[in-house]
């Protein structure tokens, strides 16, 4: 990950992020729908989705949530700041409504929404503060926001195996990969559970922690994956000069070993998910 050191411009990194999406969007799909979809019913449990509410699912991707969110007979929309997630999310699911839009400047009036969802949205956007104050302005007073990011990469192996492959290499961030916010920020539950309760104005905050473990094939399923599949550590690893690039899958080919099982590698996954509810007695569902 960029050092801590690095000067952030929220526009900048914004803007890497919606470009890197569209271009990612498929490999997205095809690495990712097995991983973070274990973690939808979680977050919409503690977001309390049910029948006849009004939900909106930022930073939709694919449109798995939201999916989730109306086979529980919710009426969802699903937002995303990259166009071919758009695309991607109306292909998959064409009964729900999915728009193009920026976490930051949410096109909602107040109250619009009884509830809303993000998973692993938080870490892609320049301004966390500014999109849980979004998020709180769209809800409806008594209405809940559950939000989803990865644990510590000790404890995430999944992507955990590349970080520290990545730092073990001495892998630079080029210059022209905007610098975000710290990728292990929220990871934190103390600074997960400020994040919705001083900016999203959130009260009743509380964080919980999902673990699993993923199956892949093998090594190369997982490097394919993850170098195909995210947007920073895509970006870094690909701007490595070859022989640093040797030298983390190296690394990555070592760290790996000890989940080996007979069918493959067993990776453990942990989550860190936070929900709050904003104040005020709960209204009718708008829906």
């Known amino acids: 990950m960029p050092p801590a050191d690095r000067p952030i411009d929220p526009d900048a990194f914004n803007r890497f992020e919606a470009t890197s999406w569209d271009q990612q969007a498929d490999a997205y799909h095809r690495f990712a729908a097995t991983i973070t ?9 503690a977001a309390e989705i049910s029948d006849g509410m009004r939900v909106l699912d930022v930073a939709t991707g694919p449109g798995y949530a939201a999916a989730a969110c109306a086979e529980r007979g919710a009426v969802v929309v699903g937002i995303d ?9 109306r292909r998959l699911n064409p009964a729900i409504e999915f728009r193009r839009a920026d976490a930051e400047q949410l096109p909602f009036d107040t109250g619009s929404f009884d509830a ?23 809800l409806v007073p008594g209405g809940k926001l559950a939000l989803s990011t990865w644990d510590d990469p000790e404890r995430a192996r999944l992507l955990g195996v590349l970080v520290d492959a990545a730092a073990e290499a001495g892998a630079q961030p080029p ?29 009743d905050v509380s964080v919980e922690t999902v673990s699993f473990t993923h199956h892949v094939a093998d090594g190369d399923e997982l ?12 970006a870094l690893v690909q701007a490595q000069p070859g022989d640093v690039l040797a030298r983390i899958r190296t690394a990555f080919d070592r760290l790996v070993r000890p989940y080996a099982d007979d ?12 929900s709050g509810r904003k104040p005020g007695d709960t209204v009718d569902q708008v829906a």
Do not use: C, Y
């Open 37 to 45: 979809t274990r973690v939808i019913e979680p977050l919409l449990d």
């Open 81 to 89: 700041v990259a166009g071919e997630m758009v695309s991607l999310a």
């Open 116 to 138: 809303a969802v993000g998973n692993f949205f938080i870490l892609h956007v320049g301004r966390p503060e500014q999109a849980a104050a979004e998020l709180g302005r769209i």
């Open 175 to 203: 210059s022209h990969i905007p610098a975000g916010p710290a990728f292990s920020r929220f990871a934190d539950d103390g600074e997960f559970a400020r994040l919705l309760r001083d900016a999203g104005g959130l009260t």
């Open 223 to 234: 490097w394919d994956g993850l170098s195909g599949g995210t947007v920073r550590m895509r």
């Open 263 to 274: 069918g493959g590698l067993e990776l453990p996954v942990s989550v860190k998910i936070a």
